[in-house]
């Protein structure tokens, strides 16, 4: 429809055509690249790819017009194409939600039954369990040893910790639970009692018995783009590249935060001059509420935000440290009581949070990123929770975007690790797309 319209509208008689050949081509690169193949339909992360698949549109519709002599207005076409591209991204992310919603209702899902060594089966089940945006549900498990736990699924069998000197005394345990339960597939947590030959030999007979395998090496919240599998000797090995740090793409993210974040400021000016007039109005103190907050590496900086509390609010937090609703270092009550009443609106949609474009303007936060947090939380951080000081804080992120201060502290320490571990330009594309849907809704904004 978008490159009929711009061919329609230019006074082109082909324009039926023109956009018959660009939906054809389309459907074309889509399918030979495996879009629509049922596993990949609806799954998140596929802005990449997208993209991908359209720069191989645009060359192959350009070599296409070049060898059929079609004298057509280039830049007609590309328009039309470029309006394509986010429309096809608007209906991915339509279906995602979709999916999301069926896998709560226990809909488009796959049955598993985990093996594995209790400590490993126990946190594979429990982390598989806790999340529903998976298409997996284990249904059964079959422990290694007699070691007790408390397993989330009926346990169908036992296998002996040693590797048995018949290897069907492995794979008939396996396959009759497998049968009874009637599962779509075989999970297998490794460990020292189920690695190497053993490991080999059953696959054989779940493979042979048409269930497809599935072995989980222990690492989490790494994104499947920094894993690269290698055979080396006969021996199958997993490459996981390293956070990035530096380079084209990181560059790229400070030019992106310097410049996005002068345009929001000159975009924003009428809204600023309005709260501040709030602000002013609302109660007695400054308009803006300055902290030292911590950034990348432990550096101190100055953030600024619209003050939505009342003067005095530092030293009455003294007063209130008892009913922290916060698990953790963080310090959050839901009804706050030095809270104004312009600064329960401001808090409502984010709008304090604006002045903080001077922080990203001026290169100590980023406009994605983790929460920059203050340094009393800091100072009574352990060696895992440090590490979301590797990278800027951001004016937004995954803690922003999932919930904010409904989550519990290690919840959101999961979600920096994953920004942090697994960041990349599309990650945060990602969390800016989802952002006005947060602001939107308010949820956990207090």
């Known amino acids: 429809m978008p490159v009929y319209t711009a061919f329609r509208m230019a006074g082109e008689t082909q324009a039926v055509w023109y956009a018959a050949v660009v939906a054809s081509a389309w459907v074309i690169v889509r399918a030979s690249r495996t879009r629509y193949a049922w596993r990949n339909l609806g799954e998140g992360g596929a802005a990449d790819p997208m993209l991908r698949d359209w720069l191989i549109l645009v060359g192959l ?46 809909r488009a899902v796959r049955q598993a039954l985990v093996m594995g060594e209790a400590a490993a089966l126990e946190g594979l089940v429990n982390h598989l369990a806790r999340r529903t945006d998976h298409e997996f549900v284990v249904v059964g498990v079959c422990p290694i040893g007699d070691d007790t736990f408390n397993p989330v699924a009926p346990v169908m069998a036992r ?20 049968r009874r339960l009637g599962v779509d597939l075989v999970f297998v947590a490794s460990g020292p009692s189920m690695a190497g030959e053993r490991l080999r030999r059953l696959s054989w007979a779940v493979h042979e018995d048409g269930w497809p395998l599935v072995v989980v090496p222990g690492l989490t919240e790494v994104a499947q783009r920094r894993v690269r599998v290698s055979s080396v000797a006969g021996l199958t090995m997993l490459h996981v590249a ?65 003050r939505t509390m009342v003067a005095n609010a530092e030293q009455l937090r003294h007063e209130l440290a008892g ?56 100072a009574k951080y352990n060696e895992v929770e440090l ?60």
């Open 61 to 106: 519709l350009t070599v296409l017009g070049a060898a059929a002599g079609v004298d057509s207005p280039f830049h007609l076409a590309l328009a039309g194409l470029a309006a394509c591209l986010p429309t096809t991204a608007v209906c991915q992310v339509m279906t995602h939600r979709h999916l999301l919603a069926q896998r709560r209702a226990g």
């Open 159 to 178: 296998l002996d910790k040693q590797a048995p000197a018949r290897p069907s005394d492995d794979s008939v345990a396996v396959l009759a639970a497998a």
């Open 242 to 306: 390293s956070p990035v740090r530096r380079g084209a793409a990181l560059l790229l993210k400070e030019v992106t935060d310097r410049v996005g974040a002068a345009l929001l400021l000159v975009l924003f000016v009428p809204v600023f001059a309005a709260v501040a007039i709030a602000v002013r109005l609302d109660s007695p103190g400054a308009i803006l509420h300055r902290q030292i907050r911590v950034g990348q590496g432990g550096r101190h900086f100055n953030l600024a935000k619209f």
């Open 323 to 378: 009913t922290n609703e916060q698990d953790g270092l963080m310090f959050k009550i839901r009804s706050d009581p030095r809270i104004t009443r312009v600064g329960r609106v401001l808090r409502r949609f984010s709008l304090d949070e604006l002045p903080q474009l001077l922080n990203v303007l001026r290169g100590h936060m980023s406009l994605v990123g983790p929460r920059p947090p203050l340094p009393d939380e800091v």
């Open 387 to 446: 590490r979301r000081l590797s990278v800027k804080p951001g004016l937004t992120g995954l803690w922003q975007v999932s919930g904010r201060s409904d989550l519990s502290w290690d919840e959101t320490v999961a979600l920096d690790l994953r920004y942090v571990d697994n960041w990349s330009p599309a990650v945060d594309f990602g969390i800016l797309r989802r952002t006005l849907r947060a602001v939107v809704e308010g949820n956990g904004a207090y």
